[in-house]
């Protein structure tokens, strides 16, 4: 049923939430917006991906949320990092680093 | 960190969900309304802005639900919801949870009755301390045709051998039951059960008294000082618990008997007596025959080979091999085995028995759960592909069925610990106090753990046939075609009923052999007139009535008496009465071609009136009269059977036995409970009568510690009211002589047939049950024919054709699974009922009355289960099933 098939994909989804959220706290929309700015548009991120990732995290202990209101005076649930969010991002960061350098080392090679 | 928010998730998620879902629920909402929100800036109309949200969010429920999955103890909760909609289905289908539910509450409550007792007989330890140190001894018999390997009761030499030479075991005897005595302590006179036992047998059973001490080797020697141990409930209820009862003396037998010791509240002993007395065992009197029940306890640091070898060392070297005589050319050796095989061994094959026929019952449950699991199954198929579509898999809509079958395996599993109660409750009133080697049959956690364990296993066995068959369906086609019932589940379906049906056979053939068995036991000519016949028993184990003449003086003052009670024709007394457990003894004939001629004979002492008394028809000679005197000539009356073994059927009246007993009468067989050759219950023997008058004072003293002699009277009308008057008119021959019962003919044909009764009663509940069964899945498979064809019958129907026709078409199917099973079964019980050769009594296993009951009651109950379901085909309106797609 998801629009992002693979593991790999799944790990992306969590780094750029994180990655997101490292900025201060959002709402659910605000991820999605933030997500699809900073990719320059790559990643549309549905609802159907997005809030199970977040209760995910949630319940990992990554982020903790809160109700508040919204810029448009609407009740909405925002996230924010907690330390060990953080700490998820710093590792998660440098695993992606690591990847996308050798993927990158890979496809160059001839 | 990490950990502790995981935990909080967890707990939340299994505990709060309804908080939860309320976060999830407005979460979404409220994303949903930005989104909205977000459109109409962009400057989208407001409905199409709306529509525009919703296709970005992908349904509200969907992204839920994504979400629920995903949560922490997801499959917990998926197990719980599943349980939840599961007990709604079964809710919904109150018709077929009923069924369910009650064949598994009846099914499974048989075997929680059963195997509690199996549990109680087979498995649970006495209770006593280290029980797995305690035996008896078995004789093995080998090598001639009596071959054999059971329990042996012991004579006085055995006893004294085992006493002194085996120093491996501390052992006892006892009684081999116990003795009906008058017990007179302070002003209370009773009747009471002695338990007779030797020196160390509470050491054997690990028993401290509560007050005082065990027996001492002393007071065990013959003719030492006479003590007694109470037992707790006496000590109790006679004695108001006197703390300063030891030392104190009471009458037991009219002799002073000093009270030693008392025993614990609980204790129980394999005698289950009210007062124990030292046995006093020796080679004589008693002791001259097998007539003491051994228990051993293995000493510490032996070993249960090193006692065997010792038994066999010392009893091998006896002068006296009785085995050997009875067998000639055997071999015979002996072994110990642990006290509750021993006091249970005779009961284990009955048991088994029933146990192999509950699970029988359980097989024929599990076939109808699974014909209508099955036929749930198919109705749901609807159901079924509706979930399929929305996205289940397929292990979620099996593991949804497996849930509601284990559902309903559990309410009708609790249901079923109920019906065992009840069942052995009622067991138990049928049962004579004492009939049991036990003390009680409890409902313990091994029995319940056992009616779990059933329940879920049935549940896997009735559900696992329906998921198999249903595996292969294919649900798309099946939505369109609304029905799935094809050939392949109707076979199916009838394959059970015929198995069930097979199974309900052999049980139906084998308690119709016992219920045979038991009518040609109760009604073989009883060669007396029972009707009209009042017995009261008293027991005569009393040091006065050791002297012959106290004896007769008190016979021929209570018959005087009880004739003279208004109603009664006429009295007598009598050792042993018919249907009774009679005592034998050896005869050599003394005269003619016959003489030197030597056998056993059963043996019993009676007063002039007893064959009057019982209308015993006089074939040859005469009976007793007041002139058969101690110092006249011994006569005997001998009956039919006699003749016949001794004399060939020529008429015995005037030859002699025992070189000076003149035989004066013949008179007709009567059946009685043989002590000398056992092959039924009830048969009829060889007996010798004497007169009461001319048996000497040691043999009396004998015979009266074992038996309890009968008073009988005749009357014309009334047999009941006059059990007071008999009592009146015993107490004016002897104040202290309590009655210890009032019987009619009847109630001592009954205690001697409980055994027989009781299997028929056990084995006919059974086979009862999986009769009712049966029925109900017959029922069930052409009720469901009829409602799943109604279409087609309503088309033909249409067509001309007639309900007559239609009706049988439809029934067809049961009764031909029926008769199969029928055929099956006579098949399988013709192998099967062979091992019930040796509890049959003049009847043979290929009965053909039984077979034919058999074969009209399963062909009644057929044909009731298929008319009764096939009626509603004649309220089927052609037209409108018709019009109904």
Known sequence: MSAEPTTLLQGTLDLLILKSLATGEMHGLGISRRIQQITGGTFLVKPGSLFPALHRMEEEGWTSSFWGDSENNRRAKYYRLTKAGRKQLEAESKRWGRISWAIAQALEAS | MPLVAKARSFLRNLFFTRRAEEDLDQEVRSHLQMLIDENVRAGMGRGEAERAARLELGGTEQVKEQVREKRLGNGLHAVGSDCRFGLRQLRKNPGFTLTVVLTLALSVGANTAIFSLVNALLLKSLPYPHPERMGTIYTRITGSSGASDKRHNVNG??????????????????????????????????????????????????????????????????????????????????????????????????????????????????????????????REGEGRGTNFSCIIRLRDGVTWEEADAEINHTWLSRAGRYELTDNPGAKVNYHSVPLKKGQTDSLRPQVLALMVAAGFILLIACANLAGLTLVRMMRRTREVATRLALGASGWQIQ???????????????????????????????????????VASVPLDSRVMLFTLVIS??????????????????????????RSVAGVGSLRLRQGLIAGEVALTVMLLAGSGLLVRSLIHLET??????????????????????????????????????????????????????????????????????????????????????????????????????????????????????????????????????????????????????????????????????????????????????????????????????????????????????????????????????????????????????????????????????????????????????????????????????????????????????????????????????????????????????????????????????????
């Open chain 2, 157 to 282: 030499e055995q006893w004294d051998l085992l006493r002194d030479n085996v120093p491996a075991l501390t052992s006892a005897v006892s009684s081999g039951g116990t003795t009906g005595v008058n017990l007179k302590g302070g002003s209370h006179v009773g009747y009471v059960h002695d338990g007779r036992v030797s020196a160390h047998y509470l050491d054997v059973l690990g028993l401290q008294p509560l007050l005082g001490r065990n027996f001492s080797e002393d007071e065990d020697r013959p003719h030492g000082p006479k003590a007694a141990i109470l037992s707790y409930s006496l000590w109790r209820n006679v004695f108001g618990a006197d703390p300063g009862i030891l030392g104190q003396s009471i009458l037991l037998r009219s002799e002073p008997y000093t009270v030693v010791g008392v025993l614990p509240q609980g204790a129980t002993t394999p005698l289950n007596a009210d007062v124990y007395t030292p046995l006093q065992a020796s």
């Open chain 2, 524 to 885: 073989l000519p009883p060669g007396f007139h029972a009707n009209g016949v009042m017995v009261e028993k008293a027991s005569l184990d009393d040091v006065r009535y050791h002297d012959p003449a106290t004896f007769r003086k008190l016979l021929d003052e209570s018959t005087a008496a009880m004739r003279q009670i208004p109603g009664v024709e006429n009295a007598a007394v009598g050792l042993n009465l018919p249907y009774e457990f009679t005592g034998n003894d050896w005869i050599t004939l003394s005269d003619g071609k016959e003489a030197g001629h030597q056998g056993g004979v059963d043996w019993v002492y009676v007063t002039p009136g007893y064959f009057d008394t019982l209308e015993m028809p006089l074939l040859a000679g005469r009976v007793f009269t007041d002139a058969d005197g101690p110092n006249a000539q011994h006569v005997i009356v001998v009956n039919q059977s006699f003749a016949r073994k001794f004399y060939g059927g020529a008429n015995p009246v005037g030859r002699y036995i025992d070189k000076d007993t003149l035989i004066v009468g013949e008179v007709a067989d009567v059946p009685l409970s043989s002590g000398l050759d056992p092959v039924a219950p009830l048969e009829t023997e060889e007996t010798m009568y004497v007169p009461a008058a001319q048996v000497g004072g040691p043999l009396l003293a004998l015979l009266h510690v074992w038996v309890q002699p009968n008073w009988i009277v005749r009357t014309a009308g009334r047999a009941e009211g006059l059990t007071a008057e008999m009592q009146r008119a015993l107490e004016k021959a002897d104040p202290n002589l309590p009655a210890s019962g009032f019987y009619t003919m009847g109630d001592l044909l009954v205690r001697t047939l409980t055994m027989q009764r009781m299997e028929v009663a056990l084995l006919g509940a059974m086979a009862a049950l999986a009769l009712l069964l049966s029925a109900v899945g017959i029922f069930a498979l052409v009720a469901n024919m009829v409602a799943e064809r109604t279409r087609e019958i309503g088309i033909r129907m249409a067509l001309g054709s007639s309900i007559g026709r239609v009706m049988f078409e439809i029934g067809r199917s049961g009764v031909a699974a029926s008769l199969f099973g029928v055929v099956l079964g006579l098949l399988l019980s013709a192998g099967a009922l062979r091992v019930m050769q040796s509890v049959l009594y003049g009847v043979g296993v290929y009965d053909m009355t039984t077979s034919l009951f058999v074969i009209l009651t399963l062909f009644a109950i057929t044909l009731l289960a298929t008319m009764l379901p096939t009626l509603r085909i004649a309220r089927i309106d052609p037209a409108r099933t018709l019009r109904e797609e």
């Open chain 2, 456 to 481: 879920v296993l049935t549940s896997v066995l009735f559900g696992m046939l329906p998921a198999l068959a249903t595996r292969r369906v294919d649900l798309r086609s099946s939505m369109v075609h």
């Open chain 2, 399 to 437: 593991r949804q069925f497996w849930i509601e079958n284990l559902l309903l395996a559990l309410v009708g599993g609790a249901f079923s610990v109920g019906v065992g109660f009840v069942a052995l409750r009622e067991l138990f009133l049928l049962l004579p106090e004492h009939f049991l080697p």
